[in-house]
Protein backbone atom coordinates (compact mmCIF):
# COMPACT_ATOMS: atom_id res chain seq x y z
CA UNK A 1 0.00 0.00 0.00
CA UNK A 2 1.42 3.78 -1.01
CA UNK A 3 0.45 6.35 1.32
CA UNK A 4 -0.47 9.43 -0.91
CA UNK A 5 -1.45 12.73 0.75
CA UNK A 6 -4.91 13.71 0.82
CA UNK A 7 -4.16 16.58 -1.21
CA UNK A 8 -2.91 14.44 -3.88
CA UNK A 9 -6.28 12.34 -3.55
CA UNK A 10 -8.71 15.57 -3.33
CA UNK A 11 -6.60 17.29 -6.56
CA UNK A 12 -7.49 13.43 -8.03
CA UNK A 13 -11.12 12.90 -7.25
CA UNK A 14 -11.50 16.48 -8.29
CA UNK A 15 -9.85 16.44 -11.88
CA UNK A 16 -11.55 12.93 -11.89
CA UNK A 17 -14.94 14.30 -11.14
CA UNK A 18 -14.43 17.59 -14.19
CA UNK A 19 -13.65 14.89 -16.40
CA UNK A 20 -16.72 13.44 -15.99
CA UNK A 21 -18.43 16.52 -15.56
CA UNK A 22 -16.93 17.32 -19.29
CA UNK A 23 -18.41 14.04 -20.89
CA UNK A 24 -21.76 14.31 -19.82
CA UNK A 25 -21.79 18.15 -20.22
CA UNK A 26 -19.61 19.41 -22.70
CA UNK A 27 -20.17 23.04 -22.45
CA UNK A 28 -18.46 22.45 -18.96
CA UNK A 29 -15.17 21.09 -20.92
CA UNK A 30 -15.51 24.57 -23.05
CA UNK A 31 -16.05 26.88 -19.81
CA UNK A 32 -12.83 25.41 -18.25
CA UNK A 33 -11.04 26.33 -21.43
CA UNK A 34 -12.48 29.86 -21.72
CA UNK A 35 -11.53 30.41 -17.98
CA UNK A 36 -8.13 29.07 -18.52
CA UNK A 37 -8.14 31.22 -21.54
CA UNK A 38 -9.09 34.41 -19.57
CA UNK A 39 -6.81 33.91 -16.71
CA UNK A 40 -3.63 33.66 -18.93
CA UNK A 41 -4.38 36.88 -20.17
CA UNK A 42 -4.96 38.18 -17.41
CA UNK A 43 -1.72 37.17 -15.80
CA UNK A 44 -0.25 38.46 -19.60
CA UNK A 45 -1.66 41.57 -18.66
CA UNK A 46 -0.94 41.95 -14.54
CA UNK A 47 1.74 40.10 -14.36
CA UNK A 48 2.58 38.89 -10.13
CA UNK A 49 -0.26 41.72 -9.23
CA UNK A 50 -2.52 38.62 -10.97
CA UNK A 51 -1.74 36.24 -8.12
CA UNK A 52 -2.20 39.10 -4.87
CA UNK A 53 -5.03 36.84 -3.88
CA UNK A 54 -3.78 33.58 -4.62
CA UNK A 55 -1.70 31.69 -7.16
CA UNK A 56 -2.95 30.59 -10.88
CA UNK A 57 -1.96 27.48 -10.93
CA UNK A 58 -4.54 26.86 -7.47
CA UNK A 59 -7.05 29.03 -9.20
CA UNK A 60 -7.25 26.94 -12.44
CA UNK A 61 -6.91 23.84 -10.91
CA UNK A 62 -9.86 24.28 -8.26
CA UNK A 63 -13.54 22.95 -9.27
CA UNK A 64 -16.33 23.62 -7.95
CA UNK A 65 -19.80 21.28 -8.48
CA UNK A 66 -22.82 19.80 -7.32
CA UNK A 67 -23.71 16.14 -6.88
CA UNK A 68 -27.43 15.45 -6.89
CA UNK A 69 -28.23 13.32 -4.00
CA UNK A 70 -32.05 12.36 -3.06
CA UNK A 71 -32.17 12.06 0.38
CA UNK A 72 -30.73 13.49 3.25
CA UNK A 73 -29.14 9.85 3.90
CA UNK A 74 -27.40 10.26 0.90
CA UNK A 75 -26.19 13.63 1.64
CA UNK A 76 -24.33 11.49 4.77
CA UNK A 77 -22.95 9.20 2.70
CA UNK A 78 -21.40 12.16 0.50
CA UNK A 79 -20.06 13.26 3.31
CA UNK A 80 -18.26 10.75 4.46
CA UNK A 81 -16.89 10.05 1.02
CA UNK A 82 -15.65 13.45 1.06
CA UNK A 83 -13.94 13.69 4.41
CA UNK A 84 -11.81 10.99 2.96
CA UNK A 85 -10.46 13.38 0.77
CA UNK A 86 -10.83 16.54 3.94
CA UNK A 87 -13.57 18.27 1.64
CA UNK A 88 -16.58 18.86 3.20
CA UNK A 89 -20.21 19.05 1.63
CA UNK A 90 -21.16 22.99 1.63
CA UNK A 91 -25.32 22.67 1.77
CA UNK A 92 -28.28 20.28 0.77
CA UNK A 93 -31.53 21.17 -1.40
CA UNK A 94 -34.28 19.31 -1.45
CA UNK A 95 -35.55 19.41 -4.84
CA UNK A 96 -38.50 17.61 -4.21
Not at 13 to 40: C, D, I, K
Not at 52 to 58: E, Y
Amino acid sequence: MVFQETSTLRARFARSLSEMYGREVPAYTTLVEVSEAVNTDFMDKMGAEAERLGSIGRVTAERHGAIRVGSPKEMSQVAQVFAGFGMYPVGFYDLR
